[in-house]
């Protein structure tokens, strides 16, 4: 069976950078597109960014400059890299993957999310 699991998650000072990581592991055919959400109590869950068939990006306006999304193919493995931290960036992060598992079965899968804190 897929799963998703998320790392990199923790306390960081404002200003501060973080890079996230979301493993994909079991029976892959392909990665059609993974993404990074975030939660904060009481929010709504949000979009962070997308990577879309591993080429085209789609980033949240409050983070567009400041997070990057790659993906390592190799290791069915997406990153997001987070720089120039806020506070209001505090959230849990939740990993999102439209995969085509075996035969030809597209499915989407989360991972558990992992927490980022911004703080002084």
């Known amino acids: 069976q897929v799963q998703l699991v998320e790392s990199g998650g923790g306390l960081v000072q404002p200003g501060g950078s973080l890079r996230l990581s979301c493993a994909a592991s079991g029976s892959i055919f392909s990665i059609n597109a993974m993404g990074w959400y975030r939660q904060a109590p009481g929010k709504q869950r949000e979009l962070v960014a997308v990577?879309?068939?591993?080429?085209?990006?789609n980033y949240a306006d409050s983070v567009k400059g400041r997070f990057t999304i790659s993906r390592n193919n190799a290791k069915n493995t997406v990153y997001l890299q987070m720089n120039r931290l806020k506070p209001e960036d505090t959230a849990v992060y939740y990993c999102?993957?439209?995969?085509?598992?075996?035969?030809?079965?597209?499915?989407?899968?989360w991972g558990k999310g992992t927490l980022v804190t911004v703080s002084s």
């Open positions: 999102n993957a439209d995969l085509t598992v075996p035969p030809s079965r597209d499915m989407n899968y």
């Open positions: 990577l879309i068939s591993g080429v085209t990006t």
